[in-house]
T-cell receptor, first 112, second 119 residues
Framework: DAKTTQPTSMDCAEGRAANLPCNHSTISGNEYVYWYRQIHSQGPQYIIHGLKNNETNEMASLIITEDRKSSTLILPHATLRDTAVYYCIVSGNAGNNRKLIWGLGTSLAVNP | GAGVSQSPRYKVAKRGQDVALRCDPISGHVSLFWYQQALGQGPEFLTYFQNEAQLDKSGLPSDRFFAERPEGSVSTLKIQRTQQEDSAVYLC?????????????????FGDGTRLSIL
């Protein structure tokens, strides 16, 4: 079973920030939080990951709460091309723990 | 290109036929993963290789599924005596890291998958 809980769907206006929440209350100390997205008919695309500090890259920002039980992915200026299913995953960094266990994700619709 | 390449992109087979799906990982990537994605679902883990060693095959749904990576680069997922429930997208991912001592865990990079339809 997936170790994360996400809303089924969200809407966002083009040009506004999209904030996608994720709960991972059973995360263990050596597990990372990963975010991927999947656009229709394509493979999953890596967005960002973190352990306990907030992270930022050219695609997004990741805010992890101090207790690490939840996180938020922020797309600062959403475009129509950001419409996709967004998956939040927790995974370890050793051997079999590195396999990704996926939930159903959040279907984000960016509207003009 | 520099990404993970999977072939064929689409495969249609009759029930009972054998199929072979190919994955070319990113050059130099040590770890390779196979996932199965049913329509409307998230991917599900099938198996994991570190170089040529298959370290985890716990997700393979039956003994009809077999994966190999004989030289530690290209991998093949084979399905024997296909059934209709095998219809899905099969995704391959690769990653440069292995083992427990990496300081910053590297993500998995995915191909666009093979869409398998069993008639």
């Amino acid at each position: 079973d997936a170790k994360t809980t996400q809303p089924t769907s969200m809407d966002c206006a083009e040009g506004r920030a999209a904030n996608l929440p994720c709960n991972h209350s059973t995360i263990s100390g050596n597990e990372y939080v990963y975010w991927y997205r999947q656009i229709h008919s394509q493979g999953p695309q890596y967005i960002i990951h973190g352990l306990k500090n907030n992270e930022t890259n050219e695609m997004a920002s990741l805010i992890i709460t101090e207790d690490r039980k939840s996180s938020t992915l922020i797309l600062p200026h959403a475009t129509l091309r950001d419409t996709a299913v967004y998956y939040c995953i927790v995974s370890g960094n050793a051997g079999n723990n590195r396999k990704l266990i996926w939930g159903l994700g959040t279907s984000l619709a960016v509207n003009p | 290109g520099a990404g993970v390449s999977q072939s064929p992109r689409y495969k249609v087979a009759k029930r009972g036929q054998d199929v072979a799906l190919r994955c070319d990982p990113i050059s130099g990537h040590v770890s390779l993963f196979w996932y199965q994605q049913a329509l409307g679902q998230g991917p599900e883990f099938l198996t994991y290789f570190q170089n040529e060693a298959q370290l985890d095959k716990s997700g393979l749904p039956s003994d009809r599924f077999f994966a190999e990576r004989p030289e530690g680069s290209v991998s093949t997922l084979k399905i024997q005596r296909t059934q209709q429930e095998d219809s899905a997208v099969y995704l391959c991912a690769s990653s440069p890291t292995s083992g427990p001592y990496t300081r910053s865990n590297q993500p998995q990079h995915f191909g666009d998958g093979t869409r398998l339809s069993i008639l």
